[in-house]
């Protein structure tokens, strides 16, 4: 079992080896991840440098101008890692010829006095693992939680320490190397995106990186695109229209591909929603990966390859509750959401609302959840053993709650998916896998023809390479 470490320790250790030397640039909360490595003692064994450019102008003169008018943000950061490994690089190489050099920068937004920005900030680092070699990347994101400036300071002081240990000691094992960074850390700070780049980790998926950030609790939320690459949602999702389409995609099936496509077509063509400014999410919950007992990394990843190759952006969360996904997504001040659920779901949704607040606080319990410029778009079921549909507006909801469904009905909060492929409505996830595992029956037919390709392709979910490889 591995023994946490504080700090000032992580900071002697690394200040102790000889062979790590590198320079810190850091903006907007002081120089607090140099000052431990000062404070820890033998600093001169691995600072070459600190800075910190505060004035706009100044640090636009050494980076850079941003385009965007924004310094806490991706594209900053990156600057700041080119501008100051390349002066590292192009400065020591040919006096220090055995070190190993990093550049570390961080930008960061810490609470200000008028409490008006909550705290938030990217980090960054670029490093060697051995002489000469080339560099390695990783990047992340924080939202710090400390209701304390000072605090605040302290702890991304903390974390940028842990990172800077976490890629030295920890680099051929990237799970620890993930849950380290919050060592001494729990509940000040959560990591919603982490990237990691390099000819150390030429195997690594950052598609599995986002869901190391969840499994270990460092976020509730984070998100791929259809490439691969881990994103923020600062950086595409703020002020904009997002609609959300939860489901376990094991695999995605017709009738996943039809509630996607319907429900976007309805989200995009409504009065409220500028469509140039609408985003899709594939929402995988952590409870949906953990159904059957312990967390399957390999079917994580194998859902999230049909997502990718259909095109998708997608969230793995520990939101299975949607009032914590609402939450997370209200710090980025999205216009409109909407979140697409089968009837079912939305039957079990209402019913355990209505259960668990028989106590009076049921107004309470939906409000919270169906707040303004929140929607949920309901895609119909077939109900088992009868051609009749099942939806919205004839879910068999407790007697003592039909009001407030019809009032969320009537007010537009609740919506039926309006096109719909009924011809679909028969297919069933568990069924298809069943099928496919086997090799047997049509199964083919039941999911998009890409989704049939990539499972043959990559063998995922179980199919039988073997009798692949033999028919061939």
Not at 232 to 248: I, M, Q
Not at 327 to 346: P, R
Request: with cysteine; charged share 25%; glycine share 6%.
């Amino acid at each position: 079992m591995r023994t946490v470490k504080e700090p000032e320790q992580k900071a002697l250790e690394i200040n102790l080896n000889d062979k790590i030397y590198g320079t810190f640039a850091e903006i907007g909360a002081g120089q607090e991840v140099a000052r431990y490595f000062f404070q820890a003692g033998a600093a001169a064994g691995t600072i070459a440098k600190t800075m910190s450019a505060y004035d706009k102008i100044y640090s636009d003169q050494i980076y850079g101008v941003e385009p965007s008018g924004r310094y806490v943000c991706e594209s900053r950061l990156y600057k700041m890692l080119d501008h100051e490994y390349g002066l590292m690089v192009d400065r020591l190489q040919s006096s220090r010829m055995d070190t190993t050099f990093f550049a570390f920068a961080d930008t960061v937004a810490a609470l200000n006095y008028h409490r008006t920005i909550p705290g938030d900030g990217w980090l960054g680092i670029r490093f060697q693992l051995g002489p000469d070699s080339e560099p390695n990347d990783i990047v992340l994101h924080a939202k710090m939680l400390d209701n304390d400036n000072l605090l605040q300071q302290q702890a991304i002081g903390i974390l940028g320490v842990n990172l800077i240990y976490a890629c030295f000691m920890y680099h051929d094992d990237a799970e620890t190397m993930i849950a380290s960074l919050m060592d001494s850390l729990r509940g000040r700070m959560k990591i919603d995106m982490i990237r990691i780049n390099g000819p150390e980790f030429p195997n690594l998926d950052n598609r599995w990186l986002s869901l190391m950030l969840v499994k270990h609790k460092l976020t509730d939320v984070a998100i791929f695109g259809a490439d691969g690459k881990n994103l923020h949602a600062s950086e595409f999702l703020y002020k904009k229209n997002v609609l959300v389409v939860r489901g376990s995609f094991k695999p995605l099936t017709l009738v996943n591909e039809d509630m996607i496509k319907s429900s976007w077509e309805q989200f995009r063509s409504e009065p409220d929603t500028d469509p140039k400014k609408a985003y899709l999410l594939a929402e995988i919950t952590m409870q949906n990966l953990c159904n059957a007992g312990e967390l399957d990394e390999k079917d994580f990843l194998d859902r999230a390859e049909i997502l990718c190759a259909m095109g998708l952006t997608v969230a793995v969360t520990n939101c299975h509750e949607h009032q914590r996904l609402i939450n997370y997504l209200s710090d980025y001040k999205v216009q409109k959401l909407g979140l697409v659920i089968g009837a079912k779901e939305l039957l079990e949704l209402i019913n355990n609302k209505f259960h668990d607040n028989k106590d009076g606080r049921l107004l309470a319990a939906f409000g919270e959840l169906f707040r303004k410029k929140v929607k949920m778009y309901v895609y119909p079921m077939m109900q088992e053993g009868s051609s009749e549909l099942m939806n919205s507006k004839n879910i068999p909801v407790a007697a003592g709650v039909k009001f407030l469904l019809q009032h969320l009905l009537d007010n537009d909060q609740i919506t039926d998916i309006e096109k719909f492929n009924v011809e679909n409505l028969h297919i069933f996830s568990k069924q298809v896998l069943q099928l496919l595992q086997s090799d047997e029956g049509n199964w083919e037919s039941m999911v998009p023809k890409k989704v049939a390709q990539v499972i043959k392709e990559k063998f995922l979910f179980g199919f039988p390479s073997e009798k692949l490889e033999f028919e061939y």
